[in-house]
């Protein structure tokens, strides 16, 4: 006669890897892409002669790296999902 916990155990279907972009990645995108606008925007100003406002330079000093930090870590979980699959 079989176990009658045995018979309520039931087993699940592996999880499914996540479909899409993930939040991690499309802030990383869209910080990449707002920082080259802003160095576009600066070298267009300074090849008509102009001089904008200095955050134009000092947004992409900082937000470039956090960008490219954000990616590698995307990059090191979708890595460690690989593996556990």
Do not use: Q
Not at 44 to 56: E, K, L, M
Request: charged letters at 10%; glycine letters at 6%.
């Amino acid at each position: 006669m079989p176990d009658s916990a045995a018979s309520t155990v039931s087993r699940s279907a592996p999880e499914a890897p996540p479909r899409g972009i993930s939040t991690l990645l499309l802030v990383a995108l869209v910080l990449a892409v707002l920082c080259a606008l802003s160095l576009v925007t600066v070298l267009v100003a300074a090849a008509g002669g102009h001089v904008i406002w200095a955050g134009f330079t000092l947004f992409p000093a900082i937000c470039f790296p956090i960008a490219f930090l954000l990616m590698c870590v995307e990059l090191l979980r979708g890595a460690r999902r690989r593996a556990r699959t």
